[in-house]
Structure formats: structure tokens, C-alpha cells
């Protein structure tokens, strides 16, 4: 008898276990508010600079030499900086904004001029990380307080740098799909850009978790150049060439996201398998659209903005970390949360069905319209 009644206590846990699971994956989610999760999670401490140094009086100029607007994400990072340029035209003289168009050997000539033009603040994206180390140290040398946002150099030769966690990003994305799948099947990867740190931290965290993993096979990676183009016409002849044996579809952006989930649903597919995004409204949309099971965690545009506020807090002389990073929002499709990865909303709550596909969700701007926003700014 008292076998009888462990075992329906038993089934009644499970059930009752079940119940709340269930009303878990259905419960609203309103977002996350707490520190940034790399802040919680790391085990060294840490640095925070004394800028006392560059403490002066403004009205500043301030250069922001930027990699390139060549997609999406990058014009909203640059309506970030002029809509904060704009919220703090009373401390800043001269916003001086160039754009290399993803050519290092321009980004360092618009550097050099930026330094020779007398800066009081240099807010650097680099093209690439080794490219501009060398010139973002020259800066750094003769007392320019140096902002990076976004994409860093290789050196600590700057002030600090303004991020999302691509290591967060990485292993959250990667530890996601590796319990969508059971820890067993066929991952292809979707990265951006060769050499860019974004894309290069993404990659080596996503593996990191990948290799835990015997069951977990990555059968190809194809860069996409962070193009909904491009990553239609890589994941297009990845599906020729692998068919239904991809399981998975690791992007380290949305930006190709949303254009692999294209070619999945042109090639045919209805259940189509787990992807990542970030950012991109396509993505998340596109997910919804087809029933497909997917992990987002932003990189904020909106990094641009707090790199000048951030700035500013240097020239008032205020300590800041060497390394700053964003707090961001996990979202999931509903129904899909894993044993280790919860969702802060869900995708079906934060996509933007009534906006068009390239739309990015996390500029901070309020109604952000990438095809009407403008501001004005000292220049």
C-alpha cells in the first residue's frame, strides 16, 4: 500500500512538474533588467580606469571614425551616435563622423586625420581588429581618451570599449541548439565576417560548447559577410550540398538569419530546424512566420549612443570600466526554452510582424525607421 502511494505521489509530481513546465513555456515575459549576465557569471575582476586626466571643460569635438554603414545593423549603430550626439548638443562642440567603407587602409588614414584634427574624443568601430591597432595606439599614446564600439582592436591600448558579450552570445546560442537537438545531430554555421572580433569571439565561444559534445557534428561553416543576400545564397547551396541531414542553423546575426530561413522555406522545407538570430526583425519574423523554433539575443545598435555618453563621462573625468557591457534580453519562440536557457520574452511578443524585414529592434531609438529617421547635431 505504501508502495502504491509513493508511486502515485510519484505520477502526481510528474504531472503537477508537466503542468507548470507547460504554464512556464506560455507565461508572459516582459524582459530583463538585472546587470549585464557577464558581469554575474565572471570569476576575475574588473578594471575600471581612472580618467582624471582627460578631464577639461567643453564643448568637445568628437571624432567617431566608423568601419562602414554597410548593413542594416550599422546604420542603426550611426543613428544611435547622431541621435546622441543630438541629446547632448549642449556639451558637444563638433561631432565629425567618417566612414571607411569596411577598407582598413581608409580607416586609418580617417583616423589620422581625425588625430591631427585635434579631438578631444576619438569613438572608434574598427574595420578590423589588427588593422587599427596601430593607429588607435598612436592615439591612445599622445592622451586621446579612445572609445571602441562595437569591434575591437587587438591591444588594450584604449579607454574602453563598448559591447554586447560576443562569448555570451556564443555559448548561449550554441548551449540553445545543442539541447534543441538532444545533443545529437548536424549543425552548419552561418558566421559574418572573417577577422572581425565580433565574429571571430562568436565562433570560438560556439565551438567551445560545440566540442562538449561527440554527438554534436558541424558540417560546414560558410561566411556570410552579415548579408540577408549573401546568407540566402550560402545557406541555398549549403542545403544542396547537405540537405535534410542540417539539424541546425547557427548564425552568429540575424542578418544572414533571415535570409537561410528564405532559402529553407524556398527549398521546400516545413519544419524547418532550430536557428539563431540577433537583432534583425527579419529574422525573428520569419521565425514566427514558419513555426520555427529560434534563440535571439540582441547586440545593440544602441551601443553607438552610450559610447558618447560614455565619452563624455571620460572628458568629465568619471571612472569607467575598461570593458563595458550592455545588458540584453534573451528571446526564444514560444515552447522552446532548454533545460539551461530561458527565455527574458518571447520571440512571438518582440517580433515586428507589422514592419518590414530590416528593420533592427534594439537601437534605442523610439519608432526607429531606418527610411525616414533623421536628427540633427552639431557637425
Not at 337 to 346: I, L, Q, R, Y
Not at 350 to 365: C, E, F, V
Request: charged residues 20%.
Amino acid at each position: 500500500m505504501l508502495k502504491k502511494v509513493l508511486n502515485f505521489a510519484l505520477v502526481a509530481g510528474l504531472a503537477a512538474t508537466s503542468v507548470t513546465t507547460a504554464f512556464a513555456q506560455d507565461a508572459e515575459k516582459t524582459g530583463y533588467a538585472g546587470a549585464p549576465r557577464t558581469m554575474l557569471w565572471s570569476t576575475t575582476p574588473s578594471t575600471i580606469m581612472d580618467t582624471t586626466q582627460y578631464k577639461k571643460d567643453g564643448p568637445y569635438v568628437i571624432g567617431f571614425s566608423n568601419a562602414s554603414i554597410s548593413n542594416s545593423w550599422r546604420v542603426g549603430m550611426l543613428a544611435s551616435i547622431q541621435q546622441a550626439a543630438h541629446d547632448n548638443a549642449d556639451q558637444i562642440k563638433q561631432m565629425i563622423i567618417t566612414d571607411a567603407n569596411d577598407d582598413p587602409a581608409k580607416q586609418v588614414s580617417d583616423v589620422q586625420d581625425l588625430i591631427s584634427r585635434g579631438v578631444d574624443l576619438l569613438i572608434v568601430s574598427a574595420a578590423t581588429a589588427e588593422a587599427l591597432d596601430a593607429i588607435v595606439t598612436r592615439a591612445y599614446e599622445a592622451g586621446i581618451p579612445v572609445v571602441l564600439v562595437d569591434r575591437r582592436i587587438t591591444s588594450e591600448n584604449f579607454t574602453t570599449f563598448i559591447t554586447a558579450s560576443d562569448y555570451v552570445y556564443g555559448h548561449m546560442s550554441a548551449q540553445w541548439m545543442v539541447e534543441k537537438l538532444g545533443g545529437k545531430g548536424n549543425i552548419v554555421m552561418l558566421p559574418g565576417m572573417a577577422g572581425v572580433s565580433v565574429a571571430v569571439n562568436r565562433i570560438a565561444a560556439a565551438n567551445e560548447v560545440f566540442a562538449n559534445y561527440p554527438d554534436i557534428k558541424v558540417l560546414d561553416m560558410q561566411y556570410t559577410d552579415w548579408s540577408p543576400a549573401k546568407g540566402k545564397q550560402v545557406m541555398a547551396a549549403l542545403i544542396q550540398k547537405y540537405g535534410t541531414d542540417i539539424n541546425g542553423v547557427w548564425n552568429d546575426h540575424g542578418l544572414q538569419g533571415s535570409g537561410a530561413i528564405e532559402a529553407m522555406v524556398e527549398a521546400g522545407w516545413t519544419d524547418l530546424p532550430p536557428i539563431t538570430c540577433a537583432d534583425l526583425n527579419g529574422c525573428v519574423k520569419l521565425a514566427v512566420q514558419n513555426k520555427e523554433p529560434a534563440f535571439n539575443y540582441d547586440y545593440p545598435p544602441a551601443m553607438g549612443g552610450l559610447a558618447v555618453k560614455v565619452g563624455l563621462d571620460i572628458l568629465a573625468g568619471k571612472p569607467v570600466p575598461h570593458q563595458y557591457e550592455m545588458s540584453v534580453d534573451v528571446a526564444i519562440t514560444k515552447g522552446d526554452e532548454t533545460t539551461s536557457v530561458k527565455a527574458d520574452k518571447w520571440i512571438e511578443d518582440y517580433a515586428r510582424l507589422d514592419k518590414p524585414n530590416d528593420l533592427i529592434l534594439s537601437t534605442g531609438i523610439p519608432d526607429y525607421d531606418p527610411t525616414t529617421f533623421s536628427v540633427e547635431f552639431p557637425q
